[in-house]
């Protein structure tokens, strides 16, 4: 089974709104990383959020994470074009020597 | 901007064929992780190394799958006998410790004929 899951499989929004992908996982972590891969790219992380946090920020990005509900959500503010591509929230557990990623929410950003 | 570097971008086989792609890590990094990603998107671990030993690794590398990290050289990935289902895009990463950012190179894509 998944350890990781984004909730959506695909998100249209047009430049300068604001989107937010959604993740649930499994098992309890130390940490939770949100990944982006756009086309012919590998996947470059955008924000680790660890456990004892509750909220990070990386510029126009947020993500938060609950692990009382096992949840985490990465937030989009001002969309650009550029941001199109496909986001993976990925985990790994308390003795963890990998990262397991969901199966991503492809994202397009339009003009 | 990462700098892990893999080759090559494409590679074709017949099935039977062996298949191999090299991937040389960020200088410093430790560890290393060989992912399978399908196009539906979905990463199959495959395995990974902290300085040239083996930590984990699954089933399917065991047999038909081999790969090393040598010191010096560029990492490897072989598949002795491909086959259609190997089709995939073939992802390296690198990290400073296996709790941490993995930068990833721009993949090889096999494709199985």
């Known amino acids: 089974s998944q350890l990781a899951e984004e909730n959506l499989w695909a998100l249209s929004v047009h430049e300068g709104e604001s989107v937010t992908v959604n993740c649930s996982y499994k098992t309890s972590i130390t940490a939770l990383q949100w990944y982006r891969q756009k086309s012919g790219e590998g996947p470059a992380q955008l924000i680790l959020i660890r456990s004892n946090e509750r909220e990070k920020r990386n510029g126009r990005l947020r993500a938060t994470l609950d692990t009382s509900s096992q949840s985490s959500s990465l937030s989009i503010t001002a969309t650009r074009c550029e941001d199109t591509a496909v986001y993976f929230c990925a985990t790994g557990d308390s003795g963890y020597n990998k990262l397991t990623f969901g199966k991503g929410t492809v994202l397009l950003v339009s003009p | 901007n990462s700098k892990v570097i893999q080759t090559p971008r494409y590679l074709v086989k017949g099935q039977g064929q062996k298949a191999k792609m090299r991937c040389i890590p960020e200088?410093?990094?430790?560890?290393v992780f060989w992912y399978q990603q399908n196009k539906n998107n979905e990463f199959k671990f495959l395995i990974n190394?902290?300085?040239?030993?083996?930590?984990?690794q699954i089933d399917m590398t065991e047999k038909r799958f081999s790969a090393e990290c040598p010191s010096n050289s560029p990492c490897s990935l072989e598949i002795q006998s491909s086959e259609a289902g190997d089709s995939a895009l073939y992802l390296c990463?690198?990290?400073?410790?296996?709790?941490?950012?993995?930068?990833f190179g721009a993949g090889t894509r096999l494709s199985v004929l």
């Open positions: 990463a690198s990290s400073l410790g296996s709790q941490n950012t993995l930068y």
């Open positions: 200088k410093g990094h430790p560890v």
């Open positions: 190394f902290q300085n040239q030993e083996v930590l984990q």
